[in-house]
């Protein structure tokens, strides 16, 4: 199964950026999307970001758009979540995810999550 190393979360002022980085494992682009979902606290989990499946094309969710990035490294079976211009909405736990699919909804193998608090 899909197995992740998670890293880059942390404390941000409002305004700054961070990196998220996600190192996948038992992982390919051509049958996984992948790709990055958030949960702030008393919020159900919501998607914010996918690299789709086979063609590479890209997701974002509206409020992150033109603020955060998503790419990758294949060589590296790595994927990063580059997040500027951070508010204080942003905040949560953010979850590397792959789906066996074209996107990153349904069968879903998630990553333990990493904090990222946005002060001010």
């Known amino acids: 199964e899909v197995q992740f190393v998670e890293s880059g979360g942390g404390l941000a002022q409002a305004g700054g950026s961070l990196r998220l980085s996600c190192a996948a494992s038992?992982?390919?682009?051509?049958?996984?999307?992948i790709g990055w979902w958030r949960q702030a606290p008393g919020k159900e989990r919501e998607e914010v970001s996918c690299i789709r499946a086979g063609d590479g094309t890209i997701y974002y969710e509206d409020s992150v758009k033109g603020r955060f990035t998503i790419s990758s490294d294949k060589a590296e079976n790595t994927v990063y979540l580059q997040m500027n211009s951070l508010k204080a909405e942003d905040a949560g736990v953010y979850y590397c995810?792959?789906?066996?699919?074209?996107?990153?909804?349904?069968?879903?193998?998630w990553g333990g999550g990493t904090q990222v608090t946005v002060s001010s």
């Open positions: 995810i792959a789906a066996y699919g074209y996107d990153c909804i349904g069968t879903t193998f």
């Open positions: 038992e992982f390919s682009f051509d049958d996984y999307a």
